[in-house]
């Protein structure tokens, strides 16, 4: 079983900058069987993906809304996926989640990460909260 933590909330003003961080851990850990997804919530809104990463296919993906802002990036060495969000924005306010994938085919992988669906992803982590004001 995989666990996640996410880290690196806080409040910002519009056009500032944060770092998320989501260390994974568990025995059997590894990111060649997990593509790990960043999703967010905001009040009143249903569960979005992000942004995810996968050793398995290769590329990473983006929501529209935060495509040339937000960056993904994972560390091997530290089991840890980061969301660095640049020139944020308001309506980027939510409680950001990471959660894990488990990895069954490239092929079944590349269709989860396109989709981002919080459905596909089975492991979360707690969230941590991002507040953008204006």
């Known amino acids: 079983e995989v666990q996640l933590q996410a880290s690196g909330g806080g409040l910002v003003q519009a056009g500032g900058f944060l770092r998320l961080s989501c260390a994974a851990s568990?025995?059997?850990?590894?990111?060649?069987?997990?593509?790990i997804g960043w999703f967010r919530q905001a009040p009143g809104k249903e569960r979005e993906g992000v942004s995810c990463?996968?050793?398995?296919?290769?590329?990473?993906y983006y929501a529209d809304s935060v495509k040339g802002r937000f960056t993904i990036s994972s560390d091997h060495a530290k089991n840890t996926v980061y969301l660095q969000m640049n020139s944020l924005k308001p309506e980027d306010t939510a409680v950001y989640f990471c959660?894990?994938?488990?990895?069954?085919?490239?092929?079944?992988?590349?269709?989860?990460?396109?989709?981002?669906?919080?459905?596909?992803?089975?492991?979360w982590g707690q969230g941590t909260l991002v507040t953008v004001s204006s």
């Open positions: 990463i996968s050793d398995a296919d290769g590329r990473p």
């Open positions: 568990g025995f059997s850990f590894s990111f060649d069987d997990y593509a």
């Open positions: 959660a894990a994938h488990g990895i069954v085919s490239p092929m079944t992988t590349a269709r989860v990460m396109g989709a981002m669906s919080p459905a596909d992803f089975d492991s």
